[in-house]
């Protein structure tokens, strides 16, 4: 076992509660086939697998929102929100007005929310946030003179809640009526330890944000009857540059012997997790995607189908949802190993963006998401190469042109 990983082992148990299993020992329960892969993504984040955890799959805007206004209104000492997008939709107000009146009554409400994405939304929205008692932050990548503009492009993906350091939200549903009753999607519900390792992530961005820092939080107790759960976020500032998630992907793709399951609403890989998902349909394992007929940018569209040829002459089988919308972020292998969290399988959230994905090492979960994807292939149609084919010049010149430019942006 390796210097960093003993030092981070030790860091876990030194913040364990004495009544709590150490989170380290988790190691112990996963499958010695993923456990290179633990230890290699908690070297990447410093976030060990946790026993204990219990975990709703959230698959309706409308249920997630009405838990998280439950869970609001229950807070006691601390809510911390961190989203891509929050608009100032209907629902978006209810949800502020609640957290502006948990605020009032001497609650500490945090909101980071992503600058460039919410531009749109009126100003006076989050001023009366403000106003009402909830510190609010912008996100802004950490910048020396110099870096701005290479760091312009560092995007705030997360999609977190934390409430009492007790529950936790993370997933692909943003706060915005989109994803409450328009789109598909897929979020967790969490609780036990890894709810720590999320306020960690969190109280980690705000002190870049604003230079304040939040004191540790031990961990939650754990028993060893929840499942196994490890969060793994990427951080596209940090030195040297980790990549942990497509690594992560990449070795999951190596390793799967039976098949490899997909979902994400864009689709443009970079060359390492593309070469892997070749790679394993080549070898015969049973490779298959879910990805939208029409994507909610319009662009993406071109630069999914970009793609098609290479996957499909390789084996992958590539399915286009033909229903509504789906936005969900999720992978599942060999009934063992899955993952639900922020990042689409695209270079901007491999590279650039700031993700959080939750890996499960449970049959249970795994067997449940193979399920959830096979059944939706009822709603799909498969692409195939005699689809390519009838596929104009114009299009397949579209599809190149608007890949190479999704690539730079």
């Known amino acids: 076992m390796s210097t960093l990983l003993s030092l981070i082992l030790i860091t876990a148990e030194l913040l364990a509660p004495p009544d709590s299993l150490c989170p380290s020992e988790a190691f112990g329960s996963i499958s010695p086939k993923y456990r290179p892969l633990a230890e290699r993504m908690a070297c990447a984040w410093y976030e060990v697998p946790t026993f204990g955890n219990t975990c709703q799959i959230l698959y309706d805007g409308m249920r997630k929102y009405e838990l998280l206004m439950e869970d609001v209104r229950s807070a006691r000492e601390s809510v911390s929100l961190e989203y891509y997008r929050f608009t100032d939709d209907s629902l978006c107000v209810v949800l502020r007005d609640s957290l502006m009146a948990r605020a009032q009554d001497s609650v ?86 890894v709810v720590t390792a999320l306020g960690g992530l969190f109280d980690a961005d705000w002190e870049d944000v604003c230079g304040e820092e939040t004191p540790a939080s031990s961990w939650a107790p754990a028993d060893s009857s929840g499942t196994v759960l490890q969060l793994v976020a990427s951080r596209p500032v940090s030195r040297p540059r980790s990549l942990p998630l497509m690594d992560s992907y990449v070795y999951a793709l190596d390793s799967t012997s039976r098949y490899f399951y997909a979902k994400s609403p864009y689709f443009c890989p970079p060359k390492p997790v593309l070469k892997a998902l070749c790679g394993a349909a080549g070898r015969g394992t049973d490779v298959r995607l879910i990805l939208p007929l029409n994507a909610d940018v319009r662009l993406m569209n071109a630069a999914n189908r970009s793609y098609f040829r290479r996957c499909i002459r390789s084996g992958v089988r590539i399915y286009l949802n033909t229903g509504i919308f789906d936005h969900s972020k999720l992978f599942v292998t060999d009934d063992y190993f899955s993952s639900i969290g922020t990042c689409n399988l695209d270079h901007r959230s491999f590279r650039l963006n700031f993700e959080d994905n939750v890996y499960f090492y449970d049959t249970d979960t795994a067997v449940r998401l193979k399920d959830s994807f096979l059944r939706q292939l009822d709603e799909c149609d498969e692409v195939t190469s005699e689809t390519i084919r009838k596929w104009s010049a114009l299009r397949k010149m579209e599809n190149g042109m608007v890949r190479i430019l999704v690539r730079e942006l």
Do not use: C
């Not at 945090?110 to 912008?138: C, S, T, W």
């Open 108 to 193: 500490s409400v945090r909101l980071i929310y992503d600058n460039l994405i919410n531009a749109g939304v009126p100003r006076r929205f989050f001023r009366e946030m403000r106003k009402g008692g909830i510190e609010v932050r912008k996100f802004t990548p950490p910048q020396r003179p110099g870096r701005a503009l290479r760091l312009l492009d560092r995007r705030d993906h997360r999609k977190l809640a934390i409430i009492d350091n007790r529950v936790g939200y993370t997933g692909g549903m943003n706060l915005s009526d989109d994803y409450f009753y328009r789109w598909k999607d897929t979020h967790l519900r969490l609780q036990g330890p």
